[in-house]
């Protein structure tokens, strides 16, 4: 079984910056494709960022380029997001993800099939 693991939410204030961890446990599970993921109640969930299972690629929103950065750390099977230059819009539910099928930096969701329990983000104005 497939386990993520997130820790590193709660709460900046406005122009602070924020690291998300993702930690990718199970037998014999190789991930390939990883991404972060956030939500706000009553709106879709939206693609953040992602990298590819070898590391080379990486996609991000529009929203954070610039302020956001994805890293993997191969031997922990380990995904970090780095947020710098917070701003309230970054409030959110933030979601790792990881895919045993996608090698590319995907933004679409139905290309993860494993997902973490999530962490709170907020961003004090």
């Known amino acids: 079984q497939v386990q993520l693991v997130e820790s590193g939410g709660g709460l900046v204030q406005a122009g602070g910056s924020l690291s998300l961890s993702c930690a990718a446990a199970g037998r014999s599970f190789t991930p390939l494709a990883m991404g972060w993921f956030r939500q706000i109640p009553g709106k879709e969930r939206e693609p953040v960022a992602a990298?590819?299972?070898?590391?080379?690629?990486?996609y991000y929103a529009d929203s954070v380029k610039g302020r956001f950065t994805i890293s993997r750390d191969f031997d922990k099977n380990t995904v970090v997001l780095q947020m710098t230059s917070s701003t309230p819009e970054d409030t959110a539910f933030y979601y790792c993800?990881?895919?045993?099928?996608?090698?590319?930096?995907?933004?679409?969701?139905?290309?993860?099939?494993?997902w973490g329990q999530g962490s709170q983000v907020t961003v004090s104005s």
């Open positions: 993800a990881t895919s045993t099928s996608t090698l590319n930096a995907s933004a679409k969701s139905p290309d993860y099939n494993y």
């Open positions: 990298i590819s299972w070898h590391g080379s690629n990486t």
